[in-house]
């Protein structure tokens, strides 16, 4: 079993270091966070590839929008210089909303623009002259991107759930972070994955699934509010999230409870929205149970096929961060 961690900078940097640094010290093999409309991401995996040996550091994700693909290159060639080669560019369209409005970019052609930025970035970093031709950048004048190179190749993991972006995951990428993904519908992930890979030309293993896992402990004493708690995350990204997340999750088995948390809140009944969500639907994407349990769920899905699970850096001290960490660990 293989668990990364997602972790931001948080109130207090120097103690979400030592988090990492837990995390490091456990054997958690990727850490990475993201950014939407919040502070810049980079600032914070630079001190965090300052501060680490040996875990992988990664953005979980950078919009492709909000920066050329020659930024993020040159940005990952700083990151690659002070990790000593442990980086992992991860990519995404993000949405609409934060794109247009937040950035004030057209969102525009996103599947596309994966492909080229994951190019782009690529060859950049290969050491290769940028003479590209796309239908987004053409780049003709040659230059190269110079730097003293611990590695001549960045992985390069895809926020992708729908058929069109796994397919195309499959054929360009190193690894997908899939969001809520049923562990039910690993293996069929899987085979897609496989499937565009070798029609390609590439191994049939070449993409890692890096699902996001959201963990609920239950204790006996605040079970009601970690239930809806663990509700929540679905509920906002069926109603209020567009179009992509509520058709992936109505596809992937749960179209009931989908059109039952819609119709509630088209009338804005938060109540209902949350209360359609069912406890199987629950269980079947999040991870929820006692300590015990929830060691045994993660195992559960790595054997369905979720090679590398991002779970969320727990609260607390990092005493108790690590504490909860290690018992993330005990069914591996």
Known sequence: MRLGVLAGAGADWRESVEKVQ????????????????????????????????????????????????????????????????????????????????????????????????????????????????????????????????????????????????????????????????????????RDSLASASTGAGRPADSVTIAPFTNVYVLDGTNDDALWQAARQPLFHYINRMGDFYWNMLADNGFEPEVSASRNAWSGRDRDAAMSAISEDMVREIQVIGSLESVAEQLAERASLGAELQMVQMPGGSPAEAGARLEALLSAA
């Not at 054997?27 to 502070?39: M, R, S």
């Not at 690659?80 to 609409?96: A, D, N, P």
């Not at 190193?174 to 519908?185: A, E, L, S, T, V």
Request: net charge neutral; glycine share 10%.
């Open 22 to 189: 837990i995390a490091e010290s456990l054997g958690y093999e990727l850490v990475a966070t993201g950014e939407a409309w919040g502070p810049s991401t980079l600032p914070w995996l630079t001190l965090i590839a300052a501060n680490t040996e040996r875990i992988t550091i990664g953005t979980s994700i950078l919009n492709v929008y909000s920066r050329s693909p020659g930024a993020i290159a040159q940005e990952f060639a700083a990151l690659e210089t002070i990790s000593g080669g442990r980086m992992v560019c991860g990519l995404g369209s993000s949405g609409h909303r934060v794109i247009e409005h937040f950035h004030g970019v057209p969102f525009e052609t996103p599947l596309k623009r994966i492909r080229e930025y994951t190019e782009i970035i690529k060859l950049l970093i290969r050491g290769d002259r940028l003479e590209y031709e796309g239908d987004i950048f053409s780049l003709k004048r040659g230059f190269t991107l110079d730097y003293e190179r611990p590695r001549t190749e960045l992985p390069v993991y895809i926020a992708a759930i729908t058929p069109r972006s796994i397919r195309q995951t499959g054929e360009i990428a190193d690894g997908i972070f899939p969001i809520h993904w049923p562990k039910g519908r690993f293996a069929s992930l």
